[in-house]
């Protein structure tokens, strides 16, 4: 597979994909959370697959997890937090969330990538999009450090340069150079 990072565009039209497969019924409940969570939480696939139903502030919209040793909360986007809820009514506190292993996670996001992008993505290439899209928007590199659970600032200016330099060719596209 080759490492191919989507635009946030192309995000935004696989999760639409998704909620639509989801609403005529033509994915499960876990599998739509799934699909949705990788792209939008940066979670890694060992961080999903060791939720457990206490680590969920439904409340708040946030997720804790331990991520290089260190705790800290990812925010569950708002749209998908009844789906959440409703998914993990009637588990118990120390319950997974998921209990798939992790060969089953890829699979489901291979399957779909597959079929909506036309192409595999891995999990590496959602949380890349995910946190190219964080230092995009969010103009303060030591939050951006912060809420991308970061050691140090090398990982954040990485992305900067990625951005000018996309930039920069979608400036020469769109001018016609």
């Known amino acids: 597979m080759v490492e191919r990072t989507p635009a946030w565009s192309e995000v935004e039209e ?9 609403r005529k019924k033509e994915i499960s409940l876990r599998d739509f959370l799934i699909l949705s969570m990788y792209p939008t939480s940066g979670l890694k696939t060992s961080e999903l697959l060791k939720l457990r139903k206490r680590d969920l502030d439904l409340q708040n919209g946030v997720i804790s997890i331990n991520r290089n040793g260190k705790a800290m909360q990812v925010v569950v986007m708002p749209w998908l937090l009844p789906h959440l809820k409703d998914y993990v009514k009637g588990k118990g506190d120390d319950e997974k969330v998921f209990r798939i292993s992790r060969r089953q996670a890829l699979n489901i996001n291979y399957s779909y990538t597959e079929q909506i992008l036309g192409s595999k993505l891995r999990i590496e290439d959602w949380r890349k999009a995910y946190s190219l899209r964080i230092v995009e928007t969010i103009k303060d590199p030591s939050l951006c450090k912060k809420i991308l659970g970061l050691k140090t600032q090398k990982t954040i200016n990485a992305y900067v340069k990625a951005i000018s330099r996309d930039a920069k060719d979608e400036i020469i596209k769109a001018i016609g150079g």
């Open 14 to 22: 696989f999760l639409e994909k998704v909620r639509s497969l989801f």
